[in-house]
């Protein structure tokens, strides 16, 4: 990638930050920042997207259009959905498009990038629906057990340094994104690995009960970054 002249370009500026950054002048995750800013020759010769035009430079997401934040996810994570993405286990259009242009190492690359590079947490408004958020709390700390719902943070609450790629940390992720997902997860859209564990769970906990959900988890600061850039 290519830095532009300082003050010419803010997001060519914010990148070159980035990777000034102690630990981040490894190759690997400069080349996964270039498939992050569309700079990249992706495979077949076909130009990359621009990921950061969604999830952000920082992989701070958004929480309009329910794009999730990536910043700290387990890079086996990251790689596997992208996997998943591009062979339709996952199904999104675009991030199906997304995936299927890159390849293996560039997928490893921007996984490894986003695993690795810092995001301040997402401001959060003061939480209003205090019931709901109570309520979440519940639901993680005990689950639902007479619909056979386990506590959500006996395997996200460790997430994923302990309990491994499959189960991604939700703690200050956007609620609109996890609904979302619990959704996916209800109706069978979202078919992969961890559908087979989420499936039953997501059937098993009302709308006013995923609402809860997404609203408690969204209110948490996300988790410190312990993946070591290499």
């Not at 495979?43 to 259009?65: D, L, M, N, P, Y």
């Amino acid at each position: 990638m290519t830095d532009a002249a300082p003050g010419t370009n803010p997001q060519m500026d914010i990148a070159a930050a980035v990777l000034r950054e102690p630990g981040m002048q490894s190759p690997a995750i400069k080349q996964g920042q270039a498939v992050v800013m569309g700079t990249a020759q992706c495979e077949k010769g076909r130009a990359c997207f621009s990921c950061f035009q969604c999830h952000g430079i920082r992989g701070e997401g958004g929480a309009v259009a329910a794009l999730p934040r990536l910043a700290g996810q387990d890079q086996r994570y990251l790689y596997r959905s992208l996997q998943e993405f591009e062979s339709g286990e996952r199904q999104s259009a675009t991030m199906h498009d997304v995936a299927s242009r890159l390849t293996e190492q560039q997928k490893q690359d921007v996984a490894l990038y986003y695993s690795v590079v810092t995001a301040p947490a997402p401001l959060q408004s003061a939480v209003k629906d205090t019931a709901s958020a109570q309520a979440g709390l519940a639901i993680e700390q005990h689950g639902v057990p007479e619909n056979g719902v386990p506590a959500c943070g006996t395997c996200h609450a460790l997430a994923p340094q302990a309990n491994g790629p499959v189960y991604p940390y939700i703690d200050g992720q956007y609620a609109d994104y996890i609904e979302q997902q619990l959704e996916n997860f209800r109706s069978g859209t979202r078919r992969s690995a961890e559908a087979q564990i989420m499936q039953p769970i997501a059937r098993g906990l009302s709308a006013e009960q995923s609402h809860a959900v997404a609203v408690h988890f969204a209110s948490k600061a996300p988790p410190q970054n312990t993946t070591k850039p290499r």
